[in-house]
Every structure is written in structure tokens, then in C-alpha cells.
């Protein structure tokens, strides 16, 4: 009888289930093949395919996609539901959430959506990624990474990219400019140019990267320039009480950091209010973006001109 894992929808889907399989078959049991739910249609046919041992191996992995096709799972098979060291293993792929085995979630695993790490913590956390693959990786050059892109399996896959340049450089600390050379695009690098072209008020830099940019999404734009501005707002909110929030949300103003560097560069050239007002009408576009009232780059633009036009 089969143990059941279920792993739920989300961006990380692929990778659990790729660890997962690799985590199973170092214990003995071996992939046996990969399934639509729909070829079965029901549990009980499942369950059939399922107690019928593979030609070449006792301990068998079977992967079934589209599970949530199936109906709820019927009681009269939960008595057949076996533990983790059952012989055969059923890992069920939902393309949303495991519902219909709620009356048997005590009995199964389920892999649950990988949890979001918010943008405070997005600095440690890919430090400590990278630590784990054996590489050491610059504050300042996870701060970078953490800030220009949202996605974290995206993340994930350029720290992977990271650990094999550091093998060629014998294990050499990634810096910063190694990050922009090996982990950015043309758009990558025509957002830093944007970034950092607002904080340093350069209008040439900021319009030259706005002929790239306005042919990509709006909202990783926003994000990336609001996390660069966001220790600006944090010091004119809290003024000489800000060193413990910037500490809270990862900014030592004690150590040398690029991003905070960057924030007090933009503060002292557009002051306090206009950093403020600008976040807040940041903060509005965003929100719009998600509804059907999006503004858009126009929408973007007009207040990113009214920052650095002082107006």
C-alpha cells in the first residue's frame, strides 16, 4: 500500500519535487514513472497502479500530476494509506492546494508553498544560501541581489550560478561588481543604472534606462527602486532614532553598505518630504497595478519626475 506525498502549487513546485525524488531514491526507492491524473480518473484505479510492484525495483516512487482532478478521496481507502516507509511512494502534483485528501491529512505528507522571506531579511538569507554551496557572497552584493529580483526560485537559481563562478575563482569572495556582471541582463543592468541614476538625481542615467525599461513589466521596476529608497524613508520618519530601525530591517549604518549609501544619497538631494511623498505615491501605484485601474508607466513616470524635478 502507498504512503502520499502531495506538494502544493507554487513557483518552488519543481524544485521540492526534484529534492524530494532525490531525497527518496538515496533511501532506495526508485522513480517509476510519471503519471496524469486523468489517465486514471479515479482513486481506486490509482490506488490499483499503485499496489503493483514495478518489474526492476520493491520500492518504487510514482508521480501523479494534476491531482486536484481527482475527487475527494474516498474513506473506504484510508485505511489502506501507509506511513513513510511504505514501499511504494505516491507523490501527488496539485496545480493549487491538496483539498480533496483533507480527510486523511494526518495520515500523508504534504509539501506546502515555500514560505516568502520579506525584503529585510532577503540580505541574510541569500548569504546564508550561498554558504550553504560553500561560497562567501559580499553583504552589499546580496543586498543587490535581494532588492532587484522578486523571485525567489529566480534567486535561488543565481546563487546556484554563483557557487560554479566561485569554483573557477578558487572560492574568491563574489563581489559586488561580480553580481552585476554575471547576474543581470541588458534589462538588469539598464534597472541598476535606473536605481541608482534616481538616487544620485541624474536625469541622463535615468532616461537613458527608461527607453528599456518601459518595455518591461512596471511592478519589478517599482519594487527595486522603493527597496532602494525605503532606509531614506526610514531615517526621515524616525530621524535621530533611526539607527535601530535600519538595524531591524537590515541596514547597519555602522558598516560600509552600498544600498544605505545609496538611500542617504537620495535623501540629502531630495530631502525628507519629497522622499516621503514619493513612497506614498509608490505605494498607491502599486496597489493600483493590482486592480483594473493601473495607472502604468505614465502613471510611474509623472511621480518619478515630480521627485527628481523637486516639484
Known amino acids: 500500500m502507498p504512503h502520499i506525498i502531495a506538494i502544493e502549487n507554487s513557483e518552488a513546485q519543481r524544485r521540492q519535487l526534484n529534492e524530494k525524488i532525490q531525497e527518496l531514491e538515496k533511501k532506495g526507492w526508485q522513480l517509476n514513472g510519471k503519471n496524469d491524473a486523468q489517465n486514471f480518473g479515479t482513486w481506486e484505479k490509482l490506488f490499483e497502479n499503485a499496489i503493483t510492484p514495478g518489474l526492476f525495483s520493491q520500492r518504487e516512487i ?55 522571506i520579506p525584503p529585510w531579511k532577503r540580505q541574510e538569507w541569500l548569504m546564508k544560501l550561498a554558504k550553504e554551496k560553500n561560497f562567501s557572497l559580499a553583504p552589499n552584493a546580496a543586498q543587490l541581489l535581494g532588492e532587484s529580483i522578486e523571485s525567489q526560485e529566480e534567486l535561488r537559481g543565481e546563487i546556484n550560478k554563483l557557487a560554479l563562478y566561485s569554483d573557477l575563482i578558487k572560492g574568491r569572495e563574489i563581489k559586488i561588481n561580480d553580481v552585476e556582471n554575471l547576474c543581470f541582463d541588458e534589462g538588469g543592468r539598464a534597472q541598476l543604472i535606473f536605481i541608482d541614476g534616481v538616487c544620485a538625481n541624474n536625469y541622463n542615467d535615468v532616461a537613458r534606462a527608461l527607453k528599456y ?99
Not at 85 to 114: H, Q
Request: with cysteine.
Open 213 to 311: 525599461l518601459r518595455d518591461k513589466p512596471l511592478l519589478p521596476v517599482l519594487a527595486a527602486v522603493t527597496n532602494r529608497l525605503r532606509p531614506a524613508l526610514i531615517i526621515s520618519c524616525f530621524n535621530i532614532n533611526a539607527e535601530g530601525a535600519l538595524k531591524a530591517v537590515g541596514f547597519d549604518p555602522a558598516k560600509k553598505n552600498y544600498a544605505l549609501n545609496k538611500a542617504k544619497m537620495a535623501l540629502k538631494n531630495f530631502g525628507a518630504e519629497k522622499i516621503k511623498t514619493f513612497m506614498m505615491n509608490s505605494a498607491r501605484l502599486s496597489f493600483l497595478e493590482k486592480t483594473n485601474r493601473a495607472e502604468g508607466w505614465q502613471g510611474f513616470e509623472l511621480i518619478l519626475w515630480e521627485l527628481m524635478a523637486k516639484i
Open 62 to 116: 510514482i508521480v501523479v500530476e494534476n491531482a486536484e482532478t481527482l475527487e475527494d478521496f474516498p474513506e473506504a481507502l484510508s485505511n489502506f494509506v501507509e506511513d513513510d516507509k511504505a514501499d511504494c511512494i505516491l507523490i501527488l502534483i496539485f496545480n493549487g492546494d491538496s483539498k480533496n485528501l483533507k480527510n486523511i491529512k494526518n495520515l500523508i505528507t504534504v509539501i506546502k508553498p515555500e514560505a516568502q
